[in-house]
């Protein structure tokens, strides 16, 4: 049942922003001591921790807005997932699409070990991009030339990885909207490329960069499109916290790597044949209302974000009270607005936190379109 924004965002903020705080201070502290003695150690803990931030999230979708996730994958797709390092490239349907991958991620039991290419500035956002600093994501500049180092790096980073992980890559370097379809349409008309009807014609160069690099010890590509369902709203955080459900469809399509043709050429033109493909089964759902040909797999709804959510809760209930009692906060109009300007300050946090999960997240490469001296760069 929806509530309203206002009644929901500061008990939730609150519970976010105070546990996350704690859980960068503990990172923080294990990033310090631990990592320059072990960082496979320190990947390890880290992964622990961190997966206690982001099971609120999940527990968000799963039980407080009750979003329902219908996963299309063949079995054995599905019993591999969670056990191999895997890059996965997506569709970019919806603002909770990097939500819907962690909910996946939790289900196969990487959930901390669950990682992005995400935009540079989205590190420096309070709690969730502080966490995503300590776990080893890839920041990227809006400069290829910056940027390419910064993918080699990163990747090579990545290559010792103790655990399964999942890095995801949102090819089409932006949120699907009617204007960036017609303008992908009007691009792909003027060169004699096939015309996207459902998804945007994705940007190669960060997943060729991808492959090459982590062919050696990355052995599968999970192909993954997402829709929504056509009886339901389109997802939003700002809906999540409202909690106002959805139905969101996922197809998983399993690839090893070694598939892949050798030459950069070669690996740029199996995207966008991926994405022709992608857009044939959005057309055919639209249309037909028949999403692929793959099984439903059941993914559940586990407890475990409901126990940590509810633990969470009860140990900052314990520690405000204790403070208020300590402090005597409330004994006084200076103490009482103290109190009401901190949940001032939680609010606009958490307005700050949802409207850049909201807000088109462009890859790098997505800015040289916007100068014509540079556009035929984007298909290479």
Not at 18 to 36: D, E, K
């Amino acid at each position: 049942m929806a509530v309203p924004a206002a009644l929901a965002v500061i008990p939730i903020g609150l519970l976010f922003i105070l546990s996350g705080f704690t859980v960068n201070l503990i990172q923080a502290v294990v990033y310090i001591l631990v990592r320059p003695i072990s960082k496979n150690l320190y990947r390890k803990i880290n992964k622990v921790v961190a997966e206690l931030l982001w099971l609120e999230l999940i527990w968000l979708i799963d039980w407080w807005a009750g979003v329902k996730v219908e996963v299309y994958a063949d079995s054995q797709t599905f019993e591999l997932m969670g056990k191999e390092h895997a890059l996965l490239i997506c569709n970019h349907k919806s603002d909770i699409d990097w939500l819907v991958g962690w909910v996946l991620a939790q289900r196969a039991g990487c959930l901390g070990s669950a990682l992005a290419i995400m935009k540079k500035s989205a590190k420096f956002l309070p709690v969730i991009g502080w966490s995503m600093w300590f776990s080893d994501y890839i920041f990227l500049d809006r400069s290829w030339a910056k940027d390419e180092t910064t993918l080699k790096s990163g990747f090579q980073r990545l290559a010792d990885f103790p655990m399964p992980f999942w890095l995801a890559l949102f090819v089409e370097g932006t949120r699907f909207t009617k204007a960036k379809l017609l303008a992908a349409q009007e691009y792909a008309s003027s060169r004699g490329l096939p015309i996207p009807r459902n998804v945007l014609i994705p940007r190669t160069k960060g997943f060729v960069s991808a492959v090459a690099h982590m062919r050696s010890y990355v052995p599968a590509i999970y192909d993954c499109t997402v829709d929504i369902s056509r009886a339901h709203a389109a997802p939003s955080m700002l809906r999540i916290i409202r909690g106002q459900s959805s139905v969101v469809k996922v197809q998983i399509r399993r690839h090893t790597i070694q598939e892949l043709p050798e030459t950069a050429d070669g690996i740029a033109q199996w995207c966008k044949d991926a994405f022709v493909t992608k857009d044939a089964l959005l057309e055919k759902y639209r249309t037909k209302d028949i999403f692929g040909n793959l099984p439903v797999q059941d993914i559940g709804r586990p407890v475990k974000s409901l126990i940590v959510v509810l633990c969470w809760s009860c140990l900052l209930a314990f520690g405000v009270v204790k403070l208020f009692l300590w402090s005597s906060l409330l004994s006084s109009w200076e103490g009482m607005l103290s109190v009401g300007l901190i949940l001032l300050i939680i609010a606009i946090v958490m307005q700050i936190l949802i409207q850049s999960s909201e807000s088109e997240r462009s890859t790098p490469v997505e800015a040289l379109q916007k100068d014509p001296a540079k556009e035929k760069l984007l298909h290479k």
